[in-house]
């Protein structure tokens, strides 16, 4: 796709962060948008500044866990617009606790939105797609869709599978030559609201340490993100553009990324030495 003018555009998640930035920065394109999440608010806010800058915008409260709600959204997109070139998959949520510690209900949570939403999302409007003869999938997993950490093994499962789903459809797009591509996408930290709406196990503490609480946690884990979701939005759009299969965001994401591919194993050695410097470095705080 060389270019998103007068193409229409469907995004997950839009209420915040990524999605948000997706959205505005298809707007500034004149591209017409179709925006969803589960916080209406949110939502509101940025249908109020894409429409702005003069697009068509629509939007539809929609969990992307449940199968029905996405078709049925897929569905009035099309009506409403004429057509759908575009779907981003982007809702998400995060999840930190240890594999024994975490709950069932805690992997059924995030499963369902990580990865189904990305499934539903692909699924439902893929038809419309290749109506077009000029469309792409976006699937957002992370770095963590390529290197694994302790207490991440909820969020690890949802974006490595997000991986492999993207790539086994990419694949099946370019035999089938159906006019439809797919990009997947591994942001390294993106300064959202993504660490701060975590849900986290009382079990995170046996590898993080007693000595921090859940808040500071996520303050620590925010104040890592580094890259601003704008920054993100144009780098997704530019692999869009160039109809790349996978695109990192951010340094961090970089140097992870070839970590993994320098020490496939045993990178994971280096993660756990680092963890317990950090969790031995909060005790000599905490202490002072
Ligand atoms: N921020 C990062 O550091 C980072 C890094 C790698 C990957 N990602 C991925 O980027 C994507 C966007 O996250 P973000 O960082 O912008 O976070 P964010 O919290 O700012 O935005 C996520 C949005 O998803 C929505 N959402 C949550 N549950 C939903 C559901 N069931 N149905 C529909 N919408 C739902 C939220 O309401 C929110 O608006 C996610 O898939 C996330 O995993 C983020």
Same mark, same amino acid.
């Given at each position: 796709? !060389?270019?998103?003018?007068?193409?229409?555009?469907?995004?997950?998640?839009?209420?915040?962060?990524?999605?948000?930035?997706?959205?505005?920065?298809?707007?500034?394109?004149? %591209?017409?948008?179709?925006?969803?999440?589960?916080?209406?608010?949110?939502?509101?806010?940025?249908?109020?500044?894409?429409?702005?800058?003069?697009?068509?915008?629509?939007?539809?409260?929609?969990?992307?866990?449940?199968?029905?709600?996405?078709?049925?959204?897929?569905?009035?997109?099309?009506?409403? +617009?004429? !057509?759908?070139?575009?779907?981003?998959?982007?809702?998400?949520?995060?999840?930190?606790?240890?594999? &024994?510690?975490?709950?069932?209900?805690?992997?059924?949570?995030?499963?369902?939105?990580?990865?189904?939403?990305?499934? +539903?999302? $692909?699924?439902?409007?893929? /038809?419309?797609?290749?109506? =077009?003869?000029?469309?792409?999938?976006?699937?957002?997993?992370?770095? *963590?869709?390529? *290197?694994?950490? /302790? $207490?991440?093994?909820?969020?690890?499962?949802? @974006?490595?599978?997000?991986?492999? *789903?993207? &790539?086994?459809?990419?694949?099946?797009?370019?035999?089938?030559? %159906?006019?439809?591509?797919?990009? %997947?996408? +591994?942001?390294?930290?993106? @300064?959202?609201?993504?660490?701060?709406?975590?849900?986290?196990?009382?079990?995170? +503490?046996?590898?993080?340490?007693?000595?921090?609480?859940?808040?500071?946690?996520?303050?620590?884990?925010?104040?890592?993100?580094? $890259?601003? /979701?704008?920054?993100?939005?144009?780098?997704?759009?530019?692999?869009?553009?160039?109809?790349?299969?996978?695109?990192?965001?951010?340094?961090?994401?970089?140097?992870?990324?070839?970590?993994?591919?320098?020490?496939?194993?045993?990178?994971?050695?280096?993660? =756990?030495?680092?963890?317990?410097?950090?969790?031995?470095?909060?005790?000599?705080?905490?202490?002072?």
């Amino acid at each position: 796709m !060389k270019s998103f003018n007068h193409k229409v555009a469907a995004i997950t998640g839009a209420a915040s962060g990524i999605g948000r930035a997706l959205a505005l920065a298809l707007a500034d394109q004149q %591209c017409q948008l179709a925006l969803s999440d589960v916080d209406e608010n949110g939502l509101a806010e940025t249908a109020r500044l894409a429409s702005a800058k003069g697009v068509k915008v629509t939007t539809a409260k929609v969990d992307v866990a449940n199968r029905d709600q996405v078709h049925a959204w897929a569905d009035q997109v099309k009506k409403d +617009h004429g !057509k759908v070139n575009l779907i981003f998959n982007n809702a998400g949520v995060a999840h930190g606790g240890t594999v &024994e510690g975490s709950d069932y209900a805690d992997y059924e949570w995030i499963i369902g939105i990580n990865l189904w939403g990305v499934i +539903h999302g $692909t699924k439902a409007f893929l /038809p419309y797609l290749k109506e =077009t003869g000029d469309g792409h999938v976006i699937n957002i997993s992370s770095i *963590f869709g390529i *290197f694994a950490q /302790p $207490t991440q093994s909820a969020y690890n499962t949802t @974006k490595f599978a997000v991986r492999g *789903f993207t &790539e086994s459809l990419r694949q099946e797009l370019d035999i089938m030559q %159906c006019g439809v591509s797919a990009t %997947c996408v +591994h942001p390294g930290g993106i @300064k959202t609201n993504i660490a701060h709406n975590a849900r986290m196990s009382k079990s995170i +503490h046996e590898v993080a340490g007693d000595d921090v609480s859940d808040d500071d946690l996520r303050d620590n884990f925010a104040k890592m993100f580094r $890259t601003t /979701p704008e920054k993100a939005a144009q780098v997704i759009l530019e692999a869009v553009r160039h109809n790349d299969r996978r695109v990192l965001i951010g340094a961090d994401a970089r140097i992870a990324d070839r970590m993994q591919r320098l020490l496939p194993a045993s990178y994971q050695r280096l993660v =756990t030495a680092a963890m317990q410097a950090q969790r031995r470095s909060a005790r000599r705080h905490a202490k002072a």
